[in-house]
């Protein structure tokens, strides 16, 4: 894992307990035992996976940042050339929304070229234990109009929208002419993919 | 008297200053100045240049004197005595003295020459008696630069040698650009050193990277190569050139590295009292398995600073982090996210206090292959390490969640820490580890003698069997002896139809 190449780093910011190791842990190894212990935790705040976007192999370094308060002063360090960045926040936590908010503006005027992504996380605490949302849906919708960004609800539990944030990351770093080696074929948006569309874009 | 008190009165009192007390001394006609000692501007400068011509002769003779003497008594010293010498009379006991003076100045000059330059010939017999086997065909190549000799530690020789052996397992034509290549740069970087700042030579090491880095992607020579193959190349040329040029590069003077480390220092020396407690780290001190990871991560931490290339340094992070995660594993069922990570990250930096913290963390952020520190795992932890350092900078009372006043009063050592961890002393809790360990060296002795105890039953059943089964065979099966009667073979007997179509043998006969 170490030795391998990684061409995108992707960083995840959030509150904590906001959800972001889970997000990881269900893309990295597919799974999410809330109350079994895990086995081979060895590195989760970091991870590495090869994903293929039309016929382009791209090796996305996820780096996972502590989001508490007193770690605040120390987040530039992290999301330091970082090419996107998932901004976590819990639906059923709106103080979680407002620190989600912190952290766009930090990356809008630090990394604007970083791309953002906006990640609702707990989905199924909602739909399966009825818990009141807290973060309405066109509340994040206008502010991710405003800054320009995607939108995506995930839940780390059923595995809902992980697999199709990551695989939009990944082609949005293949799309992007300035990702583009010189060696890299023309047309190669594959439109093939299934599941590629997020579940709200408001773009 | 009425006459000199009448003349001076009136000047006195009126200020009337002669009109012949203005003019020039040298009676010229123009005005003088008491700033020029009563003459004109022009007489004054013609006055001062005609002194100094004068000092400047006198100054020279003094000076060839000197020097005469001076070399009179080195070829004194030498058993003859030049005819310059007795011409050179100089009668003045100062002089006479001065050469008493410089008599025993230029003995010790002597001295020091003469050892110095037998420490050379034994330094140039240890270097040639080292180097000579592998530079001997190019002596002519070490000669410009001897202090490159000279600098070499062991550590860099070593990593010379080891150099030296990876590119033997690569083909020939690409070990040998890549030894041209890398002996080129190492010379260049020695020599404008001296002139360039750091960043500068980090700019210059960094294009290298970029451009030896292509020229493995692109040359021909390298064709065929795997990434993996390729990458190792790259790590290896960084990893000579770095722990070669080490003691240039690390922590230079003309930065405030030195400082800053002893800032650190001195910094995490004061914040001795925080506990992990208050960092919020989940820490169990009281087990004994983590007590002991605890110590592996601190001692991988303080050996950061005795690996000399960046990527030795960074594996240094990377394996302490690994430990850390693995503290994290005996402690919490979840997965180890980077909030639990980065606070027993720092909790381990202000218990290790590793050496030059700020020199090393430079060292590997201006020296290391960028690729590496920006997206790949080494590069989180180190970004996490960088973030922990930062951390310690900053601390104040609000990110340890105290009050000012309790802060304060830990800083000036008023009250101490909860005493959560060890109340007993060292020797005590060594005393109970050791107990620990004699208790589990008991059991595995118990575990050890029965297994034996087994293995011997078993040995002894096998013997049986085997003996009883041997005995079966041969009852079952009794050997009977069959006895073979030896017919003799006559060898000259006529074997009559076998040797039928023989032809007749050859029969002795005398050639004359």
Known sequence: ?203 | MSFTSTKKKPKKATFHVDEKELLCKNGCGFYGNVAWQGLCSKCWREATLRQREAQIKSDEKLARQIHEKEEALAWGNRGQRPHAAPNSSTPDDVSGQMGGGFDRFEEKKRQKIQASSRAKQVKSMLSKSIISPNRGETPAQTQPHPNVQRQLSTESREASVRFSDYLKRLSKPMADDLSKSCREFGEKILTVREKISIDEVVEKVQDFYVDITGRIYTHHIYRGLTATQQATIIDNIEKYLMTLHYRELFSPMDTDDEQKDLAIQNRIRKLRWVTADMLGADLEEGNLLVSQLIVKAQTELIEMNAKKAPIDKLGCIVRSSKIIFQILQTSQDAPASADDFLPILIYLILKANPPQLHSNTQFITRFSNPSRLQTGEAGYYFTTLCCAITFVENLDATSLSLSQEEYSDYMSGKIQPPQTVEPICEGLHMMYNNISALEDLRVRQERLMKNAREFSDEMEAWKQRVSSQVEEAITSKPLIKKRYSKQPVNLDHDFGEETKGLPVPMEPQKVN
């Open chain 1, 1 to 203: 894992m170490s030795g391998s190449r990684v061409d995108l780093k992707v960083v995840l910011l959030g509150k904590e307990a906001g959800g972001k190791t889970s997000l990881v842990e269900r893309y990295l190894h597919d799974r999410f035992h809330p109350n079994v212990p895990y086995q081979n935790t060895i590195g989760a705040a970091f991870g590495a996976k090869k994903v293929e976007v039309g016929g382009i192999n791209v090796t996305m370094g996820i780096w996972d940042t502590a989001g508490s308060e007193r770690y605040e002063a120390m987040s530039r360090i992290y999301y330091r050339s970082a090419r996107a960045a998932i901004v976590c926040f819990d639906l059923t936590d709106d103080t979680s929304f407002d620190r989600a908010k912190f952290w766009v503006d930090e990356l809008l005027k630090n990394e604007p070229d970083c791309k953002i992504y906006l990640t609702g996380t707990k989905y199924d605490l909602i739909e399966e234990e009825k818990r009141p949302r807290k973060v309405e849906e066109t509340k994040v919708e206008e502010y991710a109009d405003e800054i320009h960004c995607l939108v995506y609800e995930t839940s780390s539990k059923t595995g809902q929208n992980i697999k199709e944030l990551f695989y939009k990351i990944a082609q949005d770093y293949v799309e992007d002419p300035k990702n583009r080696e010189p060696e890299v074929d023309e047309g190669i948006i594959d439109s093939s993919q299934p599941n590629t569309k997020p579940d709200k874009c408001s773009c």
